[in-house]
């Protein structure tokens, strides 16, 4: 009998163990697994984060970022927030799991358009998975791709039977935000403080996710992680300045698109009927913040000051922090606007004479033919 009674419990301790193997290993996509008890609950509890800016799709970048991560990894670190929606970071975790890259190419497929849609940002995620498996990705980013990936990822959820869930909200209000920022505000100028403000509220909102004193590690573009400057359109502080002003020095921001670029490609530009020699600084995506344009190519012209010191002035102003090198006064450079409905090319002339706009050292607009 006591054979029997001993059976019996064991099988029960059995069952109840399957169960939980069987909850853990369901479909849903990896989740922390956080209690009440072990949560973030406020600024002071939360472990060091470290922000990198980057110049989006740039190699150089890319390999640097791909160090880091390695790095963190190395020292347990597991989170790795991303300018990237929600729903999209959710897939990539999902992906992370998978046999196959069917998912990280449909994600692929939705960025068709911006520079991400780019093999080297496909192998950086590749790598990823490859060299730290363990890696949970979390996106800050407001709803991009809303129509595309937020779709998907909600049609998927609800044939999990998510509807109601947590994970259906967070997804859903990420994709609320997408529509306000793309569909209610001017196609030709983007709500940059909706954006700014929407994504340090993500932010903190994915911190407080987490378990107490964990560490992690985000890669943005390095206008998001500059805390001393202001937003795109200099209404609001950025990102990186608002998240210091709320975790104080467990805040470390590192700006990547300063250090040196390891090739240098040159051409030969006209302009104003007068050759100069033009290094190739880097592109990046400006879907992100624009409907009229595509992508973004920078240029420096070299030893052009001269010509170009007393040219006429435009209403236009770009800052330091929107080049993907150090600026220095005396430097004139071509940037390369290509537009998003016909994919022409536009380009916009700045040079650097020491003016300032809204607190921020800035290139100014000039005309070359004036």
Not at 202 to 221: C, H, K, Q, S, W
Request: charged share 20%; net charge negative; with cysteine.
């Amino acid at each position: 009998m006591k054979y029997n009674k001993l059976y019996h419990m064991v099988a029960a301790l059995l069952l109840v163990v399957m169960l939980l193997v069987l909850t853990a290993c369901g479909s849903e996509p990896r989740q922390p697994q956080i209690t009440d008890e072990t949560a973030v609950t406020g600024p002071e509890e939360i472990g060091e984060i470290y922000l990198y800016g980057e110049y989006h799709a740039n190699e150089h970048l890319l390999q640097k970022e791909l160090a880091l991560w390695k790095d963190c990894y190395a020292r347990g670190v597991r989170y790795l927030f991303v300018e990237l929606p929600y729903y999209t970071a959710q897939y990539l975790n999902l992906w992370m799991q998978a046999e196959d890259d069917t998912i990280l190419l449909e994600v692929y497929e939705d960025w068709n358009g911006s520079l991400s849609y780019n093999e080297l940002v496909l192998e950086f995620y590749r790598s990823i998975k490859a060299d730290c498996p363990e890696t949970i990705f979390i996106g800050t980013d407001i709803g991009h791709q809303y129509e595309t990936t937020g779709a998907r990822y909600e049609a998927y959820l609800r044939a999990e039977g998510q509807l109601t869930s947590e994970e259906y909200k967070r997804a859903d209000a990420c994709v609320i935000q997408g529509r306000s920022y793309y569909l209610e505000s001017d196609p030709d100028k983007q709500d940059d403080s909706y954006r700014e403000n929407a994504m340090v509220q993500n932010f903190i909102a994915a911190v407080e996710r987490l378990p107490a004193g964990t560490d992690i590690m985000g890669i943005y573009g390095a206008a998001h992680t500059d805390p001393t400057a202001l937003s795109w359109d200099g209404t609001v502080d950025s990102m990186a300045k608002q998240l210091a002003a709320y975790y104080g020095d467990k805040l470390h921001c590192t700006d990547l698109t300063q250090l040196p670029a390891p090739t240098i490609t040159e051409e030969d530009f006209a302009i104003a009927g007068k050759h100069y020699t033009a290094t190739w600084l880097g592109g990046e995506d400006a879907s992100v913040w624009s409907q009229q344009y595509q992508s973004r190519t920078f240029w420096r012209l070299e030893g052009a000051y001269a010509d170009f010191a007393d040219a006429a002035l435009t209403d236009d102003v770009l800052p330091y922090n929107n080049y993907p090198i150090e600026v220095e006064v005396g430097q004139v450079f071509a940037v390369e606007m290509v537009r998003s409905d016909t994919g022409a090319s536009e380009w916009f002339y700045y040079r650097s004479d020491g003016t300032t706009w809204n607190g921020l050292p800035t290139t100014v607009g000039f005309d070359p033919e004036a």
